[in-house]
């Protein structure tokens, strides 16, 4: 009798832990499809640092929402004589872009980060163009006016970097190309320089993590709630649904293959992409010609609008020597 009561235990124990296994399984796979596939209505990006229960715990259940990253402007608000570009990829895919001219002979490409589109980075290519530098604002496939609706937090944005460079080759005459990307779109140039051979004459990076799993670790972190498992589910559900080992997309990585200058910027305060993370980055790239500029209580932020003078300072001296 005891023994049967016993097996009884047992089953109802394991159902409950298989239960729950496959539970933190749906789970991951919605938060992972939600992070990855932007919604074509009209929801409003999540908040995981939320300081109330129920938001959090909503959050959790449900995923964060986030809608396709939709152009606020057009390419007039540059600049009058900035104009609309199309850089083709193939025949499902083309990227939006804002080409404006410059007097210099440099031209910088900026690639915004996740969940944005070009016109985040109007502030940051006036900077540009009133030194007399030409400037390419390109949005990734699944913002502004590129097509598709889908993220892979810079894994495949890469190949979008190296269309960018080559479309620049074959139709501009400048000298050099500088490419300036903010926290995703530091991620996808560094890929893009490791895995697909561009050469740019120098980087400027913002905000840029080392690894995914410590990105999406420090979301978990920012949550309150422990990483284990979660964290490593989701990263192999994103993997599963975007075709791609998500565990191997690490800038960190990427850097050993930078052979030219590189400006790092980064926030203090920054809780997505950590200082330390950075720092591994920085550490790891091999060039001589590198720097990194802290700003003062920077969070994850476009850093331009934080501390503009800071910016125009550092960004500016950093290309004059370029």
């Not at 009561?5 to 109802?12: A, N, T, V």
């Not at 298989?18 to 990855?36: D, I, W």
């Not at 892979?152 to 479309?167: C, F, K, L, M, N």
């Not at 850097?255 to 305060?269: K, M, N, R, T």
Request: glycine letters at 6%.
């Amino acid at each position: 009798m005891k023994q049967r009561r016993y097996k009884g235990i047992i089953e109802i124990l394991l159902g409950i832990v298989v239960g729950g296994l496959l539970l933190l399984n749906v789970l991951a796979y919605q938060h992972a499809y939600a992070f990855l596939h932007f919604s074509t209505s009209d929801a409003v990006p999540g908040k995981y640092d939320t300081t109330s229960i129920s938001g959090k715990l909503a959050l959790l259940l449900q995923g964060q929402s986030i809608s396709r990253p939709q152009p606020s402007t057009n390419p007039t608000s540059v600049h009058p004589d900035c104009r609309n570009q199309i850089i083709t990829i193939s025949t499902q895919l083309d990227l939006g872009a804002w080409y404006c001219a410059g007097s210099s002979n440099k031209l910088i490409i900026l690639f915004h980060g996740y969940a944005m589109e070009k016109s985040a980075l109007i502030n940051e290519a006036k900077a540009l163009l009133a030194i007399g530098h030409a400037v390419l604002l390109v949005d990734f496939r699944g913002s502004g006016t590129s097509s598709a609706a889908y993220t892979t937090i810079g894994y495949v944005e890469a190949e979008d970097v190296a269309a960018s460079v080559r479309y620049v080759r074959e139709h501009y005459a400048y000298k050099k190309i500088i490419l300036y990307g903010q926290s995703m779109g530091a991620a996808a140039i560094f890929r893009a320089v490791d895995q697909l051979g561009i050469a740019p004459d120098a980087l400027i990076v913002e905000s840029i993590f080392d690894s995914l799993f410590n990105t999406v670790i420090n979301r978990f972190d920012n949550l309150g709630v422990p990483y284990f498992p979660s964290a490593f589910l989701l990263l192999f559900w994103g993997g599963v649904q975007a075709d791609f080992n998500a565990f191997t997309h690490n800038p960190v990585d990427y850097a050993q293959a930078i052979a030219c200058p590189v400006l790092f910027l980064h926030g203090e305060q920054d809780s997505k992409a950590r200082l330390p993370m950075t720092m591994r980055v920085y550490n790891t790239v091999p060039v001589q010609q590198k720097k990194i500029v802290v700003f003062p209580e920077a969070r994850h932020e476009s850093l331009y609008r934080h501390h503009p003078t800071l910016w125009q300072s550092t960004v500016l001296s950093f290309l004059a020597r370029i």
